[in-house]
């Protein structure tokens, strides 16, 4: 991951640009976590886009922003375009690549192609912005399902603000939002506002997908996009949680550890040895199953162990980084903050995550509930689109404040496009041609004989409960002791925005306010009602949803035969 910080649609009557260019560097500063290894800028009369970057691909010439030197134009770019070199052979013009960066095409890709045009072309997880002084214009956008964050805002002059996080945006933008994943703007089309370039037919409303279950060709199209996304000139790391999800994507990646993915496999790979990573409490449900897969695909394996104070302790940082007070986030999202420093100390700047299987294929316990295959298929789709909120939000930040990059192999739209056009009665957890109820089947049949049965088909465990139960039960507990009953009686009239409605989320929003006293940004952060981190329609799905206000996987019980304490 990187860090980009810009300033657009500046009128030199209103605003000094000598004076903004200290502004943003000093903005800047406040993402550079996000891109320790060097620190780029360029700046006019018109705009000012500031680049914090994380070396991951061409190391040692890839710095931005990045600028075409016939058209003149200027880019800053937060992402990875695996697709790069197909996408470059297919260019019409001749260009003049100054690098091997996989982001300089987006430049060419601008001077042939309309931005929906080519923005669905590409393959990759990116936000960025794009300069045109001739055009005096400039295009925003970011990548379809929202992997890479982005916010825009503005300040009292009319300046045009976009950066990767909200923090460097609070205290100067009197208004902030989230930028839409899956959209672009245009600067000579402000009055058209966001645009959406990514419009599938699998999320079309009423859709009900047809697609028979192929396990096979589920089964290439995941090994495809893990290969792609291996793409990398630095070591490189995969987690394990212990689940089936991120199991399979270490396990995937290990069949491609000896071939260097940019030369096609022709050439050896710079780093064969792949080594993984697992965290939680000592003697966390997900410790012993994550050991057994590393064991299996041969993965050098690290077990990161934290205390319950350790995680205490980090609370407000994680908020400061995560920028949210949702409970399941923060949860979620401590224990990966911890390991990540344990990984970028390790001298390992990517990793591969397990994050979006459960959105694709109904993964949640309480899809257990669902009534039937169209239901199921209309919540997995809502899942997605609110995706940028939550999970992505976590491996992305959690990892961004350490400076390493978290890649999503399951949210490739190459894949997704697979997975989501599938008749939807086969991800039932509960199908009567089945002799057991459990969630994700087509992904676990797949992928039978990768990974070993006791985690291949091993039930669901939210990540923050697999971490160790002890981690949630201390949370609640740190938040009874802290939060008094008048504080919560009196919690609509101190936060009567998305005011809370336990304990521990006053706590969280607490923590949140301190960072970010700002209407703004308590606007930027989702809060809805959820069981097992349903989205509020779904709660219709059981009676017994309506009395909970609780996220955790434990708040669906007795799902299977051994079910949650």
């Excluded at 004076?19 to 943003?24: K, P, S, T």
């Excluded at 630095?234 to 993915?261: F, H, K, N, T, W």
């Excluded at 940019?262 to 064969?272: D, F, I, L, R």
């Excluded at 039932?428 to 089947?441: S, T, Y």
């Amino acid at each position: 991951m990187c860090g980009i910080l810009t300033i657009l649609g500046i009128d030199p009557a209103r605003s000094n640009p000598a004076e903004l260019r200290r502004q943003a560097l000093a903005m800047a500063r406040k993402i550079r976590h996000r891109g320790p290894d060097w620190s780029g800028i360029f700046a006019d009369d018109r705009a000012i886009l500031v680049h914090e970057r994380l070396s991951i691909v061409d190391v040692e010439h890839g710095a931005q922003p990045l600028i075409d030197t016939l058209q003149g134009t200027v880019l800053a770019v937060n992402g990875e375009i695996y697709n790069h070199r197909d996408l470059q052979e297919e260019l019409r013009e001749p260009h003049d690549f100054q690098t091997l960066s996989d982001c300089e095409v987006i430049l060419y890709l601008y001077d042939e192609h309309s931005p929906k045009d080519f923005l669905n072309r590409m393959n990759g997880i990116f936000a960025f912005v794009l300069y045109d002084p001739k055009r005096e214009t400039f295009l925003i956008a970011r990548d379809p399902i929202g992997v890479v964050p982005l916010y825009v805002g503005w300040d009292e002059a009319g300046n045009l603000y976009a950066a990767s996080e909200m923090k460097a945006l609070v205290g100067h933008c009197e208004r902030i939002r989230e930028f839409p994943p899956g959209h672009f703007f245009l600067g000579h089309q402000a009055d058209k506002g966001f645009q959406c370039y990514y419009e599938p037919d699998w999320a079309e409303p009423g859709q009900v997908p047809q697609e028979p279950y192929d396990p096979a060709a589920l089964r290439k199209a995941l090994e495809a996009a893990v290969r792609r996304q291996l793409m990398c000139d630095v070591p490189y790391g995969v987690l394990i949680s212990g689940g089936v999800d991120s199991s399979l994507i270490a396990a995937i990646a290990a069949q491609y550890r000896e071939g260097r993915v940019e030369a096609g496999g022709s050439a050896p790979a710079w780093w064969p040895r792949i080594h993984s990573f697992a965290v939680g409490l000592k003697g966390a449900p997900d410790l012993g199953p994550a050991r057994l897969v590393a064991d299996h695909i041969g993965a050098i394996h690290h077990e990161v162990h934290f205390t319950v104070q350790e995680g205490l302790d980090a609370l407000s940082d994680v908020i400061y980084h995560l920028e949210t007070f949702d409970i399941t986030t923060i949860r979620a999202s401590t224990p990966m903050y911890l390991m990540m420093r344990k990984i970028r100390a390790m001298g390992i700047k990517m990793v591969l995550s397990g994050e979006g299987a459960d959105e694709i294929f109904g993964g949640y316990l309480y899809f257990h509930k669902a009534p039937d295959g169209a239901e199921l298929h209309a919540e997995t789709v809502r899942k997605l689109q609110k995706l940028h909120l939550y999970d992505c939000a976590r491996a992305n930040k959690s990892s961004a404040a350490w400076g390493v990059e978290a890649r999503v192999p399951f949210l490739d739209r190459e894949f997704l496009d697979v997975a989501m056009r599938l008749d939807p009665s086969v991800k039932l957890p509960r199908n009567a041609a089945r002799p057991h109820p459990i969630e994700k089947f087509p992904l676990r049949k797949a992928f039978e004989g990768l990974i070993p049965d006791e985690v291949l088909w091993r039930q669901k465990e939210q990540f923050s409960d697999g971490v160790g139960y002890a981690w949630i039960d201390a949370l609640k507990a740190t938040a009874e002791r802290e939060i008094s009953d008048a504080m919560m009686q009196a919690a609509a009239v101190r936060f009567p925005v998305k005011t809370p409605e336990t304990k521990e989320a006053y706590l969280y929003r607490q923590f949140f306010e301190h960072h970010f006293p700002s209407a703004a940004a308590v606007e930027c952060v989702p809060h809805e009602r959820s069981v097992a981190c349903s989205t509020p329609i779904a709660l219709a799905w059981d009676a017994a949803f309506a009395a909970m206000a609780d996220p955790s996987g434990r708040a669906v019980r007795d799902v299977h035969q051994q079910g949650h304490r």
